[in-house]
Nanobody
Framework: QVRLVESGGGLVQAGGSLRLSCSAS???????????WTWYRQAPGAQREQIAF???????RYDDAVKDRFALSRDLAKNTVYLQMNNLKPEDTGRYYC?????????WGQGIQVTVSS
């Protein structure tokens, strides 16, 4: 069973940066069956929304709200996916989750809180 754990969140002032990490663990055959990675965000009182995804062997795609500020990358050797977030805005506040692409219901983790102060 693959398990995803997010880390790297916190409180940051507007204009600042954070790098989120998503560490994947599990049997190699299960990890190898994932077709890509996705980052989601759930703002207070809102539904969880996809903000970035990258199919294996493909390029990352971003929601317009984060395009040119966020960058998804991965380190295959570490089974870790990153979300570099620059020029953060108060509206980026929320809980961030990673999942596979396409997402698996059984892969949702606890997420990590990001709070951007104005």
């Amino acid at each position: 069973q693959v398990r995803l754990v997010e880390s790297g969140g916190g409180l940051v002032q507007a204009g600042g940066s954070l790098r989120l990490s998503c560490s994947a663990s599990g049997p190699p055959e299960s990890l190898g069956s994932l077709h890509g990675w996705t980052w989601y965000r759930q703002a207070p009182g809102a539904q969880r929304e996809q903000i970035a995804f990258m199919p294996n062997g493909g390029t990352a795609r971003y929601d317009d709200a984060v395009k040119d500020r966020f960058a998804l990358s991965r380190d295959l050797a570490k089974n870790t996916v990153y979300l570099q977030m620059n020029n953060l805005k108060p509206e980026d506040t929320g809980r961030y989750y990673c999942n596979s692409w396409p997402p698996g219901d059984h892969l949702w983790g606890q997420g990590i809180q990001v709070t951007v102060s104005s």
